[in-house]
């Protein structure tokens, strides 16, 4: 799995996730701490990554385009350390994989994660 990591959270998410063979990037990396969603939104579908970040505007995003990727990370956790966040992040990620390489958007929240397939289609 790729992951593009937003500027709403700690570059501490890429060393990790990169520390376990994950291929990940932060956007500052890349010269986009600045960037609008959209750029980072085209970025990671034109390279199949999954956006992880602490940004509801990726949500909004996708459910607009009504897109089936690039799946979507979402912190919404009390705890907003970076190391929290990457400790929950790699939990959830064995039971994510199938969701997201199919297009999903998934909220890890404190006690539980919930997990929404895309395309989001308004009703």
Do not use: W
Request: hydrophobic content about 45%; glycine content about 4%.
């Amino acid at each position: 799995m790729k992951f593009l990591i937003d500027n709403a959270v700690s570059p501490t998410i890429e060393i990790g996730l990169a520390a376990k063979g994950y291929d990940a990037i932060h956007v500052r990396n890349l010269g986009m701490a600045a960037a609008p969603d959209e750029e980072i939104f085209e970025l990671a579908a034109q390279q199949d990554r999954i956006v992880v970040s602490a940004d509801t505007d990726f949500g909004t995003l996708l459910a607009f385009r009504q897109s089936a990727k690039p799946s979507f990370v979402l912190f919404r956790q009390t705890d907003k350390r970076p190391t929290s966040q990457l400790k929950a992040l790699l939990a959830y990620l064995p039971q994510l994989e199938n969701d997201l390489l199919l297009g999903c958007v998934a909220v890890i929240e404190d006690q539980r994660i919930r997990i929404r397939a895309l395309p989001i289609i308004k009703s």
